[in-house]
C-alpha cells in the first residue's frame, strides 16, 4: 500500500519566518511533486523533482524552494513566510513505470501565516 | 484559457440521485483522463482513469471520454452520503498531471 506522508496536519507560522514542509513517501517512486490548493483556484504545482538533488520549478515558484537529497524525501521550504502563503499543501509521488502516471498524495499540512 | 476548466459547484443532490460531473479541456495531446476523489481535510485518491475515448465502468461510477468534443464526465448512480467529496479531473500530456479546480458534491440522506 503506497504511503506518502507529511511532517505536519497544521501549522502556525509568523511572517517572516523560515518554514520546512517534508514529506516522505515508501514506494521508491522517482517522481516528487508539491503543490498547493486554495478554494476556487485548484491544485497549483509549485515545484516537482525527477530524481535525487533533481528539481524543477512548476506553475507557481517564487517565494518557495525545495530539496530532494534522498530519493524517498522531498522538502518544501518557505524562504520568508508571507500571509499569501497561507494555504494547504499537498505533497505527491509517482512512477514513470505507469502509464497514466497516478499520483499518491499525502493528507496535506494546512498552513497558517499569521 | 485554462488548459483544464470545470464546474467548481457546489453540487447537492439527494440520495439516490444520478450525477454528473464534467470537465473541458484544450490539449488535444491529453491521452489519460482521471478522476480523483477528496474527503474533507484528506488528499485526493485516484478514482478512476481512462485512456483515449471511450467509457469505463466500476460498480456506481462510470467515467466517459469524448476527444472529439475535448469533454470528459463521470456519472456517479445512486449516489450514496458516502460520495460526498470534491472530484478534480485531471490530465497528463508528461508526467505532470494538470487538474481541474475540482467540483465539491454534496449527497444529502
Known amino acids: 500500500d503506497v504511503k506518502v506522508t507529511q511532517s505536519s496536519r497544521y501549522l502556525v507560522k509568523r511572517t517572516g519566518e523560515k518554514v520546512f514542509l517534508e514529506c516522505v513517501q515508501d514506494m521508491d517512486h522517482e517522481n516528487m511533486f508539491w503543490y498547493r490548493q486554495d478554494p476556487g483556484l485548484g491544485l497549483r504545482l509549485i515545484y516537482f523533482s525527477y530524481d535525487v538533488k533533481m528539481k524543477e520549478k512548476g506553475d507557481i515558484p517564487e517565494g518557495y524552494s525545495v530539496s530532494r537529497e534522498k530519493k524517498e524525501r522531498f522538502s518544501l521550504i518557505l524562504e520568508s513566510a508571507s500571509t499569501n502563503q497561507t494555504s494547504m499543501y499537498l505533497c505527491?509521488?509517482?512512477?514513470?513505470?505507469?502509464?497514466?502516471?497516478?499520483?499518491?498524495f499525502g493528507p496535506g499540512t494546512r498552513l497558517t501565516v499569521l | 484559457q485554462k488548459e483544464v476548466e470545470q464546474d467548481p459547484g457546489p453540487l447537492s443532490v439527494p440520495e439516490g440521485a444520478i450525477v454528473s460531473l464534467n470537465c473541458t479541456y484544450s490539449n488535444s495531446a491529453f491521452q489519460y483522463f482521471m478522476w480523483y476523489r477528496q474527503y474533507s481535510r484528506k488528499g485526493p485518491e485516484l478514482l478512476m482513469y481512462?485512456?483515449?475515448?471511450g467509457n469505463k465502468e466500476d460498480g456506481r461510477f462510470t467515467a466517459q471520454v469524448d476527444k472529439s468534443s475535448k469533454y470528459i464526465s463521470l456519472f456517479i448512480r445512486d449516489s450514496q452520503p458516502s460520495d460526498s467529496a470534491t472530484y478534480l479531473c485531471a490530465m497528463n500530456p508528461t508526467d505532470k498531471l494538470i487538474f481541474g479546480t475540482g467540483t465539491r458534491l454534496q449527497v444529502f440522506p
Open positions: 505527491a509521488s509517482s512512477t514513470p513505470d505507469r502509464d497514466h502516471n497516478e499520483q499518491f
Open positions: 481512462t485512456y483515449s475515448s
